[in-house]
């Protein structure tokens, strides 16, 4: 099995900055994959932000964070980060770490995900 534990959310005002820290563990967690993170808003559906191939350092953004949002793994601790910027009101949601065990694949499909933190709230307000 494979856990994963996100932390690092809170309430920021619009322009400013959080980081988010999603720490893997588990007996069957091999270290590759793709990890990524995703987005929920308030009554709406679930949204990528971006994903990192684990193997080769390969990342890719949606089009929503692009330029704001960074994505890294430190690989010392098996934490996925994402370090967000101008943060503004609609990129308040529910935060969640992702994994896909297999990276032949990787991509910004929720339904490709094998296992999911439990989450962490951002709100961006004044």
């Known amino acids: 099995q494979v856990q994963l534990v996100e932390s690092g959310g809170g309430l920021v005002q619009p322009g400013g900055s959080l980081t988010l820290a999603c720490a893997a563990s588990?007996?069957?967690?091999?270290?590759?994959?793709?990890m990524g993170w995703f987005r929920q808003p308030p009554g709406k559906e679930r949204e990528a932000v971006a994903y990192?191939?684990?193997?080769?350092?390969?990342?890719v953004y949606a089009d929503s964070v692009k330029g704001r949002f960074t994505i890294s793994h430190d690989n010392a601790r098996k934490t996925l980060i994402l370090d967000m910027n101008d943060l503004k009101p609609e990129d308040t949601a529910m935060y969640y770490c992702?994994?896909?065990?297999?990276?032949?694949?990787?991509?910004?499909?929720?339904?490709?995900?094998?296992?999911w933190g439990q989450g962490t709230q951002v709100t961006v307000s004044t």
């Open positions: 992702a994994l896909d065990p297999d990276d032949r694949f990787c991509n910004l499909q929720a339904s490709s995900y094998e296992y």
């Open positions: 588990g007996s069957t967690f091999s270290g590759y994959g793709c």
């Open positions: 990192f191939v684990l193997r080769t350092g390969m990342l």
